[in-house]
């Protein structure tokens, strides 16, 4: 499995850069979990839009679906331009009446994912935990051939966490807020709330994203690090991840 980093920063796009976007590759299958502003321009430096299978939405927060329309109109001139192009689904939550924009004419069709059931996506299996957000938003184990990731996206620190994540082999851990600082309320987490569960969870690696826009960056890998002792990334745009 391959998982690129294509977008990491929470609340709005850093010059030339873009929000929450991850696409994950097995056996030729292309999956984009969550579509931030700014994600369908980076996303071309590694594939087309057409060559996507599915996209996988946690919530409906603008930093995380953003360019959904502008997918949709890539595909819709791209077609014009003679490209094949299939429908696209884009798996979601319908607790938000965003969701019946999914489906756009015959190139994206929105489907509902049941948080309490697995869902199999090409060769991934996904599963869900609601997560502590100020708007209904799910968290994601991602697995293929006995390797797993697990996806935070937007959340407080919950101990559900921990057993969710347990032994996956990467956490993507958001981490909007500096140790000491109280992401409780915003419904985000803190470096270190990020490191105390990738060792509570024993994960193999952490990357934290969904970054902040103050302060430096690097010391919130130092701070996670000082809870957990395996191996700290900070996300940053076209970070490839092999596992």
Not at 153 to 166: C, E, M, T, V, W
Not at 197 to 219: D, Q, Y
């Amino acid at each position: 499995m391959k998982v690129t980093i294509i977008g990491c920063w929470g609340g709005y796009p850093k010059v030339n850069e873009a929000t929450s976007g991850y696409l994950f590759e097995e056996e030729g299958f292309k999956l984009l979990v969550d579509c931030g502003s700014g994600v369908l321009s980076k996303l071309q430096h590694h594939i087309a839009p057409e060559e996507l299978n599915a996209v996988l939405l946690s919530h409906y927060h603008a930093d995380h679906i953003a360019d959904i329309g502008v997918l949709q109109h890539a595909l819709l001139i791209q077609k014009h331009l003679g490209k094949e192009v299939t429908t696209l689904p884009i798996y979601a939550h319908n607790e938000d009446s965003s969701f019946a924009s999914l489906t756009y004419k015959d190139l994206t069709e929105g489907r509902v994912y049941q948080p309490n059931q697995t869902l199999t996506i090409g060769p991934f299996i996904v599963e869900f935990l609601r997560t502590v957000h100020s708007v209904p938003c799910f968290a994601m184990k991602i697995s293929a051939h006995g390797h797993t990731v697990v996806y935070t996206a937007d959340s407080a620190f919950q101990q559900q966490f921990i057993p969710f994540a347990k032994e996956c082999d990467l956490l993507l851990c958001e981490s909007n807020f500096y140790s000491g600082m109280d992401g409780k309320v915003a419904g985000h987490m803190t470096s270190t709330e990020a490191g105390r569960l990738a060792n509570s969870a024993c994960v193999r690696t952490l990357v934290l994203t969904h970054l902040p826009h103050f302060g430096e960056l690097a010391k919130l890998k130092e701070e996670a690090e000082s809870e957990f002792h395996g191996t700290v990334l900070l996300a940053k745009q076209d970070l490839e991840i092999e596992i």
